[in-house]
Each structure stands twice: as C-alpha cells, then as structure tokens.
Nanobody, 125 residues
C-alpha cells in the first residue's frame, strides 16, 4: 500500500498564494508520476497538474497555467503545488494522486492508483 498525505490548504484572499504539499510513503511506492486534482462543491473532480517521475515533465490545466507550479523532491517523496494569484473559482478540495508504476505525466484520474484524503482551499473575494 501507499499512504498519501496532503497539507497546506487554508483560507486566502483573492490574489494570494498557498503552497500545497503531498508526501507519499509505503513499501508499494515506486516513485511514479504524481498529480493534483480538485473538486468544487457540486462539480466533478478535475485535473489540475501532474509531474513525471523525474520531474522533467509537467502538465497543467488551462485554468491554472501561469499561476500554479508543480514540483517534486524525490529524496522526500514529496510533491508540491505552488498556487499564486488565487481566484475564488480555485476554491475546492485538492487531492494528491500517485501512480504506482507509471512514470509519465497523465491527466486522467483513472491512471492514478493512490489518493490522499484531500485538503480544503478556500479563496475569498
């Protein structure tokens, strides 16, 4: 099994910044690609960003390009999501996801094997 734990959510005013962290652990963790998804009330879960095993490949949803930056520290088995210029429409529960063996960046939720419990991000106007 793989344990996935997110942190860093909170309440911020529009235009502000937050940094989310996600630590993966467990014997089954092989350092695969990792990603962030989010789900707002009444909406389906959507892709936000993902990063390849090496960190050399990244992908972003159009809605966050230029504002969010994903990175990872393989020594700590941790992925980060730096969120700048936050908007009220970014309000959602943010979930970290881990691919067990896959190393490439993918946007489909079905490609991810392990998920965290989520962390709430609220952006006030």
């Amino acid at each position: 099994q793989v344990q996935v734990v997110e942190s860093g959510g909170g309440l911020v005013q529009a235009g502000g910044s937050l940094r989310l962290s996600c630590a993966a652990s467990g014997r089954a963790f092989r350092g695969g690609a990792m990603g962030w998804f989010r789900q707002a009330p009444g909406k389906e879960r959507e892709f936000v960003s993902a990063i390849s095993r090496s960190g050399g490949g990244t992908s972003y949803a159009d809605s966050v390009k230029g504002r969010f930056t994903i990175s990872r520290d393989n020594a700590k088995n941790t992925v980060y999501l730096q969120m700048n210029s936050l908007r009220p429409e970014d309000t959602a529960v943010y979930y970290c996801a881990v691919r067990s063996l896959g190393i490439a960046v993918v946007a489909g939720a079905g490609a991810y094997d392990y998920w965290g419990q989520g962390t709430q991000v609220t952006v006030s106007s």
